[in-house]
Nanobody, 117 residues
Framework: QVQLVESGGGLVQAGESLRLSCAASGSIFSIMGWYRQAPGKQRELVAT???????TYADSVKGRFTISRDNAKNTVSLQMNSLKPEDTAVYYC?????????????WGQGTQVTVSE
């Protein structure tokens, strides 16, 4: 059974930093990443990293956020610096399993990040 357990959300002021972590279990994932959803908006990609280390970032977070992955521990982290009020959202860990015959998508329960002015 696949489980994704997130930690590290909270309330910070603009300009401060937070680090999100996600511990995965139950499978080996080809891609792991973070998405976020602000109130009244659609869920959007924040950053992803493949099992070979290739990263992708949303334009809005480039230069401020860094995604990293530990394949041995099956964890993915998101270091968020220079946070802005517009980064306020529920952040979700995502993991993609790519099998020979199918692809499966898994989500964590979400962790709230709130950035005040």
């Amino acid at each position: 059974q696949v489980q994704l357990v997130e930690s590290g959300g909270g309330l910070v002021q603009a300009g401060e930093s937070l680090r999100l972590s996600c511990a995965a279990s139950g499978s080996i994932f080809s891609i792991m990443g973070w998405y976020r959803q602000a109130p009244g908006k659609q869920r959007e990609l924040v950053a992803t990293v493949t099992n070979s280390g290739k990263t992708t970032y949303a334009d809005s977070v480039k230069g401020r956020f860094t995604i990293s992955r530990d394949n041995a521990k099956n964890t993915v982290s998101l270091q968020m610096n220079s946070l802005k009020p517009e980064d306020t959202a529920v952040y979700y860990c995502n993991a993609v399993y790519s099998g020979v015959y199918h692809v499966s998508d898994y989500w964590g329960q979400g962790t709230q990040v709130t950035v005040s002015e």
